[in-house]
């Protein structure tokens, strides 16, 4: 309980959470809503103009009026703390405060808690599904923050989690509430070991350890299983069955395919009543397909964490209540084809200077479009080079051209 929540000298619970954003119509819903009882109001921070979709406005003009008040809170709340082990930040990489302010955070709390990790839960721009115009270019900004700042990012593609609920989970128009009950269940297990007791447990130092082989190349692809409806429920499965269908590309919470890469490292997080012989056996069997290939200067691949806690999920969910679960957290060369084509858009746009106006009146400059542009080349090269890929690259950006 006191992993995620501080007791006041009531005897209450509070949760050591910043809720931020520029604009104050979100947070309102929060201070006004079911459980506005449950948090401190002092940690719930809204400014009184949004961002508009950019990301210079929330990183260097209306986002430099709020970070002190963001700071102050912040130290307040690692105060509290007997033993401060990181942060976890959720953002999207879209929009103008995810990512504007959010890359600002990210060089603030490097600056004063240098040492601390700090994990990203971060949602992307899908390939189809877009709702904002300048997507390509608040992303790439971000990223930029991201590679240097972030000890780990689990990344969600909306479209992904979309199709996830549409046909795993039988949802016919999905709404955010169901998205996000997604993601809230990944974000889960991924910290179940850190707030209940287990026979294998692991914390965050010790799942980056083995996930992040070189600093840039800390972007992992999260996979859940069962994820079936509460209609298409049959009965508990074995080790192997989760762990196969963890390897399934239908489960991924971001769309790429792993057959067209390398794992570098795979962490399985286990939930509910399993053996460890009985996971012994099962990664071995994993270890023999021809569709799970690894890079060849890592010859052991895999990581455990068993939790005897079974998940939980939300009363009148989506998914039925099971007791066993497993999250797969892979390192993958493939998730390179999500940059790719988020550098294609990017170069589309600012072949054209389109829409760059509105980002040089915020205080940016042209050469920072270049330096993040080559940000993100550098890597997918990265990637690349990691997985024995001779070919780095994506596409035909050069300063030259433009």
Same mark, same amino acid.
């Given at each position: 309980?006191?992993?995620?929540?501080?007791?006041?000298?009531?005897?209450?619970?509070?949760?050591?959470?910043?809720?931020?954003?520029?604009?104050?119509?979100?947070?309102?819903? =929060?201070? *006004?809503?079911? !459980?506005? %009882? +449950?948090?401190?109001?002092?940690? #719930? @921070?809204?400014?009184?103009?949004? /961002? $508009?979709?950019?990301?210079?406005?929330?990183?260097?003009?209306?986002?430099?009026?709020?970070?002190?008040?963001?700071?102050?809170?912040?130290?307040?709340?690692?105060?509290?703390?007997?033993?401060?082990?990181?942060?976890?930040?959720?953002?999207?990489?879209?929009?103008?405060?995810?990512?504007?302010?959010?890359?600002?955070?990210?060089?603030?709390?490097?600056?004063?808690?240098?040492?601390?990790?700090?994990?990203?839960?971060?949602?992307?721009?899908?390939?189809?599904?877009?709702?904002?115009?300048?997507?390509?270019?608040?992303?790439?900004?971000?990223?930029?923050?991201?590679?240097?700042?972030?000890?780990?990012?689990?990344?969600?593609?909306?479209?992904?989690?979309?199709?996830?609920?549409?046909?795993?989970?039988? =949802?016919? *128009?999905?709404? !955010?509430? %169901? +998205?996000?009950?997604?993601?809230? #269940? @990944?974000?889960?297990?991924?910290? /179940? $070991?850190?707030?209940?007791?287990?026979?294998?447990?692991?914390?965050?130092?010790?799942?980056?350890?083995?996930?992040?082989?070189?600093?840039?190349?800390?972007?992992?692809?999260?996979?859940?299983?069962?994820?079936?409806?509460?209609?298409?429920?049959?009965?508990?499965?074995?080790?192997?069955?989760?762990?196969?269908?963890?390897?399934?590309?239908?489960?991924?919470?971001?769309?790429?395919?792993?057959?067209?890469?390398?794992?570098?490292?795979?962490?399985?997080?286990?939930?509910?009543?399993?053996?460890?012989?009985?996971?012994?056996?099962?990664?071995?069997?994993?270890?023999?397909?021809?569709?799970?290939?690894?890079?060849?200067?890592?010859?052991?691949?895999?990581?455990?964490?068993?939790?005897?806690?079974?998940?939980?999920?939300?009363?009148?969910?989506?998914?039925?209540?099971?007791?066993?679960?497993?999250?797969?957290?892979?390192?993958?060369? $493939?998730?390179?084809?999500?940059?790719?084509?988020?550098?294609?858009?990017?170069?589309?746009?600012?072949?054209?200077?389109?829409?760059?106006?509105?980002?040089?009146?915020?205080?940016?400059?042209?050469?920072?479009?270049?330096?993040?542009?080559?940000?993100?080349?550098?890597?997918?090269?990265?990637?690349?080079?990691?997985?024995?890929?001779?070919?780095?690259?994506?596409?035909?950006?050069?300063?030259?051209?433009?």
């Amino acid at each position: 309980m006191n992993t995620f929540y501080h007791e006041a000298d009531s005897g209450q619970f509070v949760p050591r959470a910043l809720f931020i954003d520029l604009e104050p119509s979100v947070i309102d819903q =929060i201070r *006004r809503g079911h !459980y506005c %009882n +449950l948090y401190n109001p002092n940690q #719930l @921070i809204s400014g009184k103009e949004d /961002a $508009s979709n950019n990301y210079a406005r929330g990183h260097y003009t209306v986002g430099s009026l709020l970070i002190d008040d963001v700071m102050d809170q912040t130290r307040k709340i690692v105060e509290q703390c007997n033993c401060l082990q990181g942060f976890l930040i959720y953002h999207s990489f879209g929009g103008g405060t995810g990512s504007g302010f959010t890359s600002l955070y990210l060089t603030k709390l490097t600056v004063d808690y240098l040492k601390k990790d700090k994990v990203e839960c971060g949602v992307y721009p899908s390939s189809k599904i877009s709702s904002v115009m300048v997507e390509p270019y608040n992303t790439i900004h971000t990223s930029q923050a991201s590679m240097e700042y972030a000890s780990c990012s689990f990344l969600f593609d909306n479209e992904a989690i979309y199709n996830i609920c549409q046909f795993n989970l039988d =949802i016919e *128009r999905p709404s !955010y509430t %169901n +998205l996000n009950r997604l993601i809230s #269940l @990944i974000i889960s297990s991924t910290t /179940a $070991s850190i707030r209940f007791a287990g026979e294998l447990n692991i914390d965050l130092n010790e799942l980056q350890t083995n996930l992040v082989p070189f600093p840039l190349i800390h972007y992992p692809i999260s996979s859940y299983a069962p994820l079936k409806s509460r209609s298409g429920y049959t009965g508990d499965l074995t080790s192997e069955d989760l762990t196969l269908e963890c390897f399934q590309k239908s489960n991924q919470m971001i769309e790429c395919d792993p057959l067209n890469g390398r794992y570098m490292a795979c962490c399985l997080l286990y939930r509910g009543d399993f053996l460890p012989n009985d996971i012994t056996r099962t990664i071995e069997h994993i270890k023999e397909l021809n569709s799970v290939k690894f890079v060849e200067w890592c010859p052991t691949g895999f990581k455990v964490g068993i939790n005897s806690q079974p998940p939980v999920f939300v009363p009148e969910g989506d998914m039925t209540k099971i007791n066993r679960s497993a999250l797969l957290l892979a390192n993958n060369t $493939s998730i390179t084809s999500t940059w790719i084509r988020l550098n294609e858009k990017f170069d589309r746009m600012f072949a054209k200077r389109a829409f760059v106006h509105w980002y040089i009146g915020e205080g940016m400059e042209e050469g920072e479009f270049f330096e993040a542009r080559e940000g993100l080349e550098t890597l997918v090269k990265e990637y690349n080079e990691a997985g024995g890929v001779n070919e780095g690259g994506s596409g035909n950006f050069d300063n030259k051209e433009y």
